[in-house]
C-alpha cells in the first residue's frame, strides 16, 4: 500500500511539473512585446525582495530609450561580448552551449552557461535566476517562443534596457547617466567596452573599477571592434577631443594720419587726403606758352592740352 501510494505521487508530481513546463508554451503571451515595453520584470522583483529580506531601502533606476536612441558602439560591444553569433542564430548557441558543458563536467558543477541574449532576455523577464533545470526548459522555451515572435532588432532593444548594470541600475539609459553622466546616444567605444564587460555579472564586477578581470576584458572587446572595423581610433580621438578656440583678432579702425603713421607730418606742409580723386596736387606744364604773343580768340586753341591722367593727381 505505501508503495502504490509513492507511486500515486511521483505520477502526480511528474504531471504537474510536465503541465508546468508545458504552460510556457502559452503564457506568458509574449506577442504583447512587438508593440508594449515590459514595465517591471521578474529580475527586478527578484532584486527587490532581495533588498526588502536584507532591510535595503532601495529602488529599481531605469529608464526606457529606443534602440535608436541608444550608441552602436555599446549595441556591437554588448553583441561581442555577451553574444557574438546573435545576427545568425535562431535563440540558441549550441556550440557555446557544448563548452559550458565541458567546463562544467569538468568543475563538477552546473552552471548551464554559454546563455545566448534572447535566452537571458526570457529569464531576466520571467524567470528567477536559479540554475536548475526545470527553469533551463522553460527558458529554452520561452527564448524559442521570442526568436519567432519577436524581431532581432526588438530583442535586442529590450535587453538592453532591462538588463542590470549595477546595483538597482537597469537599463542602459540608467547605467550610461550613472557611470558616465551622460546620455546613452553619447557612449563611447571605451565606455561601450567597460559597459559590456560587467554584464556577466555587475554586483561584482564595477564598471568604473580597477579589477584585472575589467581591465583585460574590455580592452579586448575594444580590440575586437578595431579589427572588424567599428573603431577607428584616428576618427574617434578627433570627434572626443575638446573644442578648440580661435583666438579673436580685434580690428583698428584708423581715424587720423597721425594714428596710423604715427609720425607728425612736419611743419608747413598740408596732409594729403587717401583718396586719388582728392588729390589737389599741381603738376607744372613741361612746354608753357609764349607769353610774348598777346593771346586772341583765334589762338585759345593753341594751348597745350594738360598731361595726361597717368602722371596727374598721384597720391605719394
Do not use: C
Amino acid at each position: 500500500m505505501l508503495k502504490k501510494l509513492i507511486g500515486y505521487s511521483a505520477v502526480l508530481f511528474l504531471a504537474l511539473l510536465a503541465t508546468d513546463i508545458a504552460m510556457s508554451f502559452v503564457y506568458p503571451g509574449v506577442a504583447a512585446l512587438k508593440k508594449e515595453n515590459p514595465q517591471k520584470t521578474a529580475f527586478m522583483e527578484y532584486r527587490e525582495k532581495q533588498w526588502a529580506k536584507e532591510g535595503i531601502h532601495k529602488a529599481v533606476i531605469q529608464k526606457w530609450v529606443p534602440l535608436k536612441r541608444i550608441s552602436p558602439y555599446l549595441i556591437k560591444a554588448v553583441i561581442i561580448a555577451e553574444d557574438d553569433k546573435f545576427w545568425g542564430h535562431e535563440g540558441f548557441d549550441f556550440v557555446a552551449m557544448q563548452q559550458a558543458l565541458e567546463k562544467d563536467i569538468k568543475k563538477r558543477q552546473f552552471k548551464a552557461g554559454g546563455s545566448t541574449i534572447s535566452q537571458q532576455l526570457a529569464k531576466n523577464l520571467y524567470l528567477s535566476p536559479s540554475k536548475n533545470p526545470i527553469r533551463k526548459i522553460k527558458e529554452a522555451i520561452l527564448t524559442w517562443r521570442m526568436e519567432h515572435t519577436l524581431s532581432k532588432r526588438r530583442i535586442v532593444e529590450i535587453y538592453l534596457n532591462v538588463a542590470e548594470w549595477g546595483e538597482g541600475i537597469f537599463g542602459i539609459e540608467a547605467a550610461a547617466k550613472h557611470y558616465y553622466g551622460k546620455h546613452a546616444s553619447s557612449l563611447t567605444a571605451l565606455d561601450a567596452a567597460r559597459l559590456a564587460t560587467v554584464l556577466p555579472n555587475p554586483i561584482v564586477y564595477h564598471v568604473n573599477g580597477d579589477s584585472k578581470y575589467v581591465q583585460n576584458r574590455s580592452a579586448r572587446i575594444y580590440q575586437v571592434m578595431i579589427a572588424r572595423g567599428i573603431v577607428i581610433p584616428e576618427y574617434d580621438e578627433v570627434m572626443t577631443a575638446p573644442e578648440e578656440t580661435a583666438p579673436v583678432v580685434v580690428e583698428v579702425t584708423p581715424t587720423s594720419e597721425t594714428s596710423t603713421a604715427g609720425i607728425k607730418p612736419p611743419a608747413g606742409e598740408a596732409t594729403q587726403d587717401k583718396t586719388p580723386e582728392a588729390s589737389t596736387q599741381k603738376i607744372e606744364n613741361p612746354n608753357p606758352p609764349n607769353t610774348t604773343i598777346p593771346e586772341t580768340g583765334s589762338d585759345k586753341n593753341s594751348v597745350p592740352e594738360p598731361v595726361s591722367g597717368s602722371e596727374n593727381g598721384g597720391t605719394k
